[in-house]
């Protein structure tokens, strides 16, 4: 969310904005908008003016007949239209929701996911001296992944991750979170069934409320019931990341510059509905319903500067886990035409399957810049005491499923074994995964 003097005053920025993020939104109607709600406030406030002085000029009326007389024209001040104006502030409030932050000038222009622009690269694909299986394959032969069974119990996207592959999973996880304490990133596990606020706040839902025809997030069907007993009529979701979560935890409170900023990392399960993506990549575990993720994320002063090396430093964190994972990988610089309305500047991480021949994101970091702390009302006091919203950024430490992909995929041998890396074999307890009957 913007501030609405802001988009005022930068309405050209910020329709220009608007067509770079190919964001279906007329921002003159918006502007024409606020000047019919403004009309119509000051409409009421000049009423309830008159209204009270009349009523003052009662109070004091010296006789019956001065009484009257202000009681009728009390009656014939005309009444504005609040009927009219619940309207507008409807309207106004649908389309302030889609209003974008304005991209970094370090974004690059485009129209998808082909204009984003490779910064950085490390490693290189790997090669290999007889044909690479694919995770699939792999992971049948190893008994560490059942999808016919997770299909049979969980439906469309179903898995069972067994036996080593368990272990390389949570290895995957306490490695990713063990490395962020080490970073500075304080640990959480935070709710993964939350209120609508938390989506809304964080971006999750594209508009005001939650719309399954394309928000790629579970609402939960099943009425919570209140401390009372009493059964609740607010909806709950299951998040599809840590972060909303984790911003939502600083909700309507306001920091201390002195705090600032605040790193946090969180571990949790994450539910994608994947409804913009039904008929891509249905088998395998490349796109699935449930994975696990260490998420992290950052509240700070609102310096466009700090935030960004901030951000920097995030992603490199994920870079540096990549390299002692020993996973190829390469870091995307995302273009405004893949960019969701409220980032300012965006990364991904792309890590080299093998088996699947292809680059696979395993991570995506964003800086928001204050748009999520306006619709989560997160403030700081500076120095000099002044209240400002903070700055808002996440980034993907390491994801379950595609760095599991990554590490089957990479790490194979020609028997058809995986190679457990390094850094994870204290967490698995053994060098190679074999089949159990070897």
């Given at each position: 969310?913007?501030?609405?003097?802001?988009?005022?005053?930068?309405?050209?920025?910020?329709?220009?904005?608007?067509?770079?993020?190919?964001?279906?939104?007329?921002?003159?109607?918006?502007?024409?908008?606020?000047?019919?709600?403004?009309?119509?406030?000051?409409?009421?406030?000049?009423?309830?003016?008159?209204?009270?002085?009349?009523?003052?000029?009662?109070?004091?009326?010296?006789?019956?007949?001065?009484?009257?007389?202000?009681?009728?024209?009390?009656?014939?001040?005309?009444?504005?239209?609040?009927?009219?104006?619940?309207?507008?502030?409807?309207?106004?409030?649908?389309?302030?929701?889609?209003?974008?932050?304005?991209?970094?000038?370090?974004?690059?222009?485009?129209?998808?996911?082909?204009?984003?622009?490779?910064?950085?690269?490390?490693?290189?694909?790997?090669?290999?001296?007889?044909?690479?299986?694919?995770?699939?394959?792999?992971?049948?032969?190893?008994?560490?992944?059942?999808?016919?069974?997770?299909?049979?119990?969980?439906?469309?996207?179903?898995?069972?991750?067994?036996?080593?592959?368990v272990l390389l999973t949570m290895g995957i996880m306490m490695y990713a979170l063990r490395k962020m304490v080490q970073k500075g990133f304080n640990p959480m596990i935070p709710p993964t069934l939350v209120k609508g606020f938390a989506l809304f706040g964080s971006g999750y839902f594209k508009?005001?409320?939650?719309?399954?025809?394309?928000?790629?997030?579970?609402?939960?069907?099943?009425?919570?019931?209140?401390?009372?007993?009493?059964?609740?009529?607010?909806?709950?979701?299951?998040?599809?990341?840590?972060?909303?979560?984790?911003?939502?935890?600083?909700?309507?409170?306001?920091?201390?510059?002195?705090?600032?900023?605040?790193?946090?990392?969180?571990?949790?399960?994450?539910?994608?509905?994947?409804?913009?993506?039904?008929?891509?990549?249905?088998?395998?575990?490349?796109?699935?319903?449930?994975?696990?993720?260490?998420?992290?994320?950052?509240?700070?002063?609102?310096?466009?500067?700090?935030?960004?090396?901030?951000?920097?430093?995030?992603?490199?964190?994920?870079?540096?886990?990549?390299?002692?994972?020993?996973?190829?990988?390469?870091?995307?610089?995302?273009?405004?035409?893949?960019?969701?309305?409220?980032?300012?500047?965006?990364?991904?991480?792309?890590?080299?399957?093998?088996?699947?021949?292809?680059?696979?994101?395993?991570?995506?970091?964003?800086?928001?810049?204050?748009?999520?702390?306006?619709?989560?009302?997160?403030?700081?006091?500076?120095?000099?005491?002044?209240?400002?919203?903070?700055?808002?950024?996440?980034?993907?430490?390491?994801?379950?499923?595609?760095?599991?992909?990554?590490?089957?995929?990479?790490?194979?041998?020609?028997?058809?074994?995986?190679?457990?890396?390094?850094?994870?074999?204290?967490?698995?307890?053994?060098?190679?995964?074999?089949?159990?009957?070897?």
């Open positions: 969310m913007l501030d609405i003097k802001f988009i005022r005053e930068r309405a050209d920025e910020v329709k220009e904005a608007i067509k770079n993020k190919r964001i279906s939104l007329d921002l003159d109607e918006l502007l024409r908008l606020d000047q019919e709600r403004i009309s119509l406030l000051r409409e009421i406030e000049t009423f309830n003016q008159q209204k009270n002085a009349i009523n003052d000029e009662i109070a004091k009326a010296k006789g019956e007949k001065e009484r009257k007389e202000l009681i009728e024209k009390g009656r014939a001040l005309r009444e504005p239209d609040a009927e009219r104006l619940s309207e507008v502030r409807e309207k106004f409030d649908e389309l302030m929701a889609k209003v974008p932050t304005i991209p970094s000038p370090d974004t690059p222009i485009g129209r998808g996911e082909e204009d984003n622009k490779e910064i950085f690269h490390w490693g290189e694909p790997k090669t290999f001296d007889f044909e690479p299986k694919n995770h699939i394959e792999l992971s049948k032969r190893l008994d560490i992944l059942d999808f016919d069974r997770g299909t049979k119990v969980g439906g469309f996207r179903g898995y069972y991750v067994k036996n080593d592959g508009g005001l409320t939650y719309d399954p025809a394309v928000d790629e997030i579970y609402q939960v069907a099943t009425s919570d019931k209140e401390a009372t007993g009493e059964f609740s009529g607010e909806k709950k979701f299951l998040v599809g990341t840590a972060e909303p979560s984790l911003l939502a935890y600083f909700a309507n409170e306001t920091l201390s510059v002195r705090d600032l900023p605040i790193k946090v990392c969180g571990y949790s399960q994450c539910y994608r509905s994947e409804i913009g993506s039904y008929s891509r990549d249905v088998k395998g575990l490349y796109r699935v319903h449930e994975f696990m993720k260490v998420e992290q994320v950052a509240v700070a002063e609102a310096d466009v500067e700090k935030a960004n090396k901030l951000q920097d430093e995030m992603t490199n964190i994920s870079g540096e886990m990549h390299e002692e994972l020993g996973l190829p990988y390469r870091r995307l610089q995302i273009c405004t035409g893949d960019m969701s309305p409220g980032k300012y500047r965006a990364f991904d991480i792309e890590a080299w399957l093998p088996g699947m021949n292809r680059w696979a994101e395993t991570g995506s970091a964003s800086n928001f810049l204050d748009w999520q702390a306006r619709r989560l009302n997160v403030r700081y006091t500076d120095a000099e005491g002044e209240k400002k919203f903070a700055y808002m950024l996440n980034n993907t430490a390491l994801p379950s499923p595609r760095v599991l992909i990554a590490i089957i995929e990479n790490y194979q041998t020609k028997e058809g074994n995986i190679v457990v890396p390094e850094v994870l074999r204290e967490f698995v307890g053994k060098e190679v995964i074999e089949p159990s009957d070897k």
